[in-house]
């Protein structure tokens, strides 16, 4: 089923949700780390461990840059590599407990900051935006790269 959407407002919605990123992107330190090394590491300690291709294929970004970040992630010992269990040729990166503590560090700190801000907002707003997020969750999933 396919629904014809206002042009407009897709685009209101696509400029509100960067905004959004944004703004708690710039109000939460990252430990040092960009926003994609951030987002790698989110994914290799969430989802871990995980081999170069998949993270690559997640992420959507290529492995020669993925190999990159994956190296400064080492270096500050947030992750390591090690021979996957499945299949001893390949590479899986896992989280380091160092890595682990900063991402929960990092949600949390994302977590109270929407919290506070929420608490700001009135009642019907709030009630609003939280009845959407599944609705995000949703368009967040149909949004994975396809194969």
């Known amino acids: 089923m396919t629904t014809m959407v206002d042009a ?5 919605l696509r400029t509100s949700l960067i905004r959004i990123s944004r703004r708690i ?18 994914s290799i300690a969430g989802r ?12 959507g970004i290529n492995r020669t840059m993925l190999s990159r970040v994956i190296g400064k992630l080492e270096a500050a010992e947030l992750v390591r590599r090690q021979p996957s269990i499945a299949d001893r040729r390949s590479v899986e990166v896992v989280a380091t407990r160092k890595g682990v503590r900063l991402r929960e560090r990092l ?3 994302r977590s109270r900051l929407l919290a506070e801000r929420l608490a700001e907002l009135p009642g019907e707003t709030v009630a609003i935006l939280l009845d ?16």
């Open 107 to 109: 949600l949390s700190d």
């Open 48 to 59: 871990g461990p995980l081999g170069v291709g998949q993270l690559a294929a997640r992420e």
């Open 25 to 42: 992107d710039r109000q939460v330190s990252v430990g040092g780390l960009t926003s994609t090394e951030a987002s790698i590491l989110a």
């Open 8 to 12: 407009d407002a897709v685009a209101q």
């Open 132 to 147: 959407a997020a599944p609705a995000l969750d949703a368009l967040a999933a149909a949004l994975e790269p396809r194969r």
